[in-house]
């Protein structure tokens, strides 16, 4: 099963210069609670940004694949450079992170998806691509808590 997890503004918007333009508490304990001790997939970008945040601590995931176009070689990480082939053939329970372009590629591979929708706009340069959340996605579940609703959307 795929699972996609972020959070973003009411204009889709999820990062400003590889990191979060906001601070929510709740969202960030949601966001361990789901993918603490899981496999997940990350691109680079996204990857180095979290190892600023961590320093000198490990990722807290069971398993870490970075998706990138470099030829990087990482300590703590398996490195994927066929990202498409990869989500085809994958047989894993695996959790995708970021960023914007592997949630555009990651999307058609989805079972479901796990949204923090931010009831207010900020300012970034990373949105999530575009996509018919109604259309491709039914509601499984919701829970508002302030300016964030935690989403849960599962594929038709």
């Not at 508490?25 to 899981?38: F, I, R, S, V």
């Not at 996509?131 to 996605?137: I, M, N, T």
Request: hydrophobic fraction near 40%; charge should be neutral.
């Amino acid at each position: 099963m795929i699972k996609l997890i972020w959070a973003m503004d009411k204009n889709w918007l999820i990062g400003k210069e590889n990191k979060i333009p906001w601070h929510y508490k709740e969202d960030l304990l949601y966001y361990k609670e789901k993918t603490a001790g899981q496999i997940v997939l990350m691109g680079d970008n996204t990857y180095f940004s979290l190892k600023g945040y961590y320093k000198t601590k490990p990722l807290p995931y069971a398993k870490i694949y970075v998706a990138s176009l470099n030829d990087l070689k990482l300590d703590d990480a398996i490195v994927i450079n066929d990202l498409k082939g990869f989500l085809s053939q994958n047989k894993e329970d695996l959790w995708v992170v970021g960023g914007a372009t592997i949630y555009r590629f990651a999307l058609e591979f989805a079972d479901e998806l796990y949204i923090t929708h931010i009831e207010k706009a900020y300012e970034g340069d990373a949105y999530f691509p575009k996509f018919d959340l109604e259309g491709l996605f039914k509601l499984k579940s919701s829970n508002r808590s302030g300016d964030l609703n935690f989403c849960c959307y599962e594929r038709k």
